[in-house]
């Protein structure tokens, strides 16, 4: 049963933290010097941000855009055929098709977002080219498959033997009915030895980028819900959903199960939590409990992690079930895995 007890003494300590820091992050940042500032430096969901993060470093360690950083670490895991929840090899929708979600956020407030999109190996940089190319901000189905072959993406398939022997196995039963770390599952049945330690115990990568000049951007890219309906949208496509970025206040995005994330515009939220003085970790419980106080039942069988970085370059995460990790790299450390707090 939901333990109203807990959330309310949760709920009573952020309240309590709102007003100690109630001096808004803009009053707060203008008075912090540069050099306190920890930049570079770029986080990403789950243990696959690692190889994710390594990329996006190269980018910013040459005083690259973190815009450039996050496109370029993200097609880390969308190139990756062992991924099953991101680009290529990502796990079908119940009709066997790959369908690919991906949205970008510059400094600028400029956005770009593809929705299931096919045949396209990398979304992200479909989701760029529609935030720099159109005055649209996002494209979806046939349309966006459409504009991708107009500005050179190659078309592909991008159903993998393995995912294939997944569906194919799951059609058995049909049982449409998401399932929490879907991947655990099928990878106990199809092919636990290919994949080493906790790594299949992920869902989409969402990315966070603050370049030297201490500029702002985020990626979120996701073949979204295993076995989903056809057309199924979660939340990363969605700004202010999966991801969200505010160039004066620090960015967010979200990994789990997107719907539940759309109804609390969840990253938004978070980033507008940092606004009013939370730190990044505290954001992200608030926006967690709110999931948790609309559906406790709901929340009890899922799983929803936010992830968060303010203007400081300071961090932090929180989820609603135990798992959840994100992937940090600064000047200190390249491969930092960092296990994020939960409610259960
Ligand atoms: N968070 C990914 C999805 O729900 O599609």
Request: with cysteine; glycine share 10%; net charge neutral.
């Amino acid at each position: 049963m939901f333990n109203r007890r807990k959330f309310i003494k949760a709920s009573a300590v952020s309240t309590a933290m709102l007003a100690v820091t109630k001096t808004s992050f803009a009053n707060n940042i203008s008075n912090v010097s540069s050099d306190a500032i920890n930049k570079p430096i770029v986080i990403s969901t789950w243990d696959f941000g690692v190889a994710a993060n390594a990329d996006a470093w190269k980018v910013l360690k040459n005083n690259g855009r973190a815009l450039d950083a996050v496109e370029q670490g993200v097609w880390v895991p969308e190139a990756d055929e062992s991924n099953q929840s991101v680009g290529y090899g990502g796990l079908p929708d119940r009709d066997g098709k790959v369908t690919l979600d991906a949205c970008i956020m510059d400094e600028n407030g400029n956005i770009g977002a593809v929705l299931a999109l096919e045949h396209i190996k990398h979304p992200i940089s479909v989701a760029r080219k529609v935030m720099e190319k159109t005055p649209h901000v996002m494209l979806a189905g046939d349309g966006a498959l459409q504009f991708a072959l107009e500005q050179g993406f190659k078309k592909e398939n991008l159903l993998t033997p393995s995912s294939e022997k997944a569906w194919k196995e799951w059609l058995k039963e049909a049982k449409y009915q998401p399932v929490m770390n879907i991947e655990n599952k099928l990878y106990d049945k199809v092919a636990p030895q290919k994949l080493p330690g906790n790594q299949y115990n992920h869902d989409t990568i969402g990315m966070i980028a603050m370049d030297v000049k201490g500029n702002l951007s985020g990626a979120c890219t996701t073949s979204g819900m295993a076995y989903k309906l056809h057309g199924r949208i979660g939340d990363s496509p969605i700004i202010g959903a999966g991801l969200f970025i505010d160039n004066e206040v620090g960015g967010a995005t979200s990994t789990g199960v997107g719907e539940e994330v759309v109804r609390n515009v969840g990253s938004f939220l978070v980033v507008e939590l940092m606004r009013q003085g939370y730190s990044p970790e505290e954001a992200c419980k608030e926006a967690v409990m709110r999931i948790i106080k609309k559906k406790p039942e709901t929340a009890k069988n899922i799983q929803v992690g936010f992830l968060a970085m303010n203007k400081k370059g300071e961090y932090g995460a929180y989820a609603i079930q135990q798992g959840f990790t994100f992937a940090v790299c600064d000047t200190k450390k390249q491969d930092l895995v960092i296990k994020g707090k939960s409610y259960y």
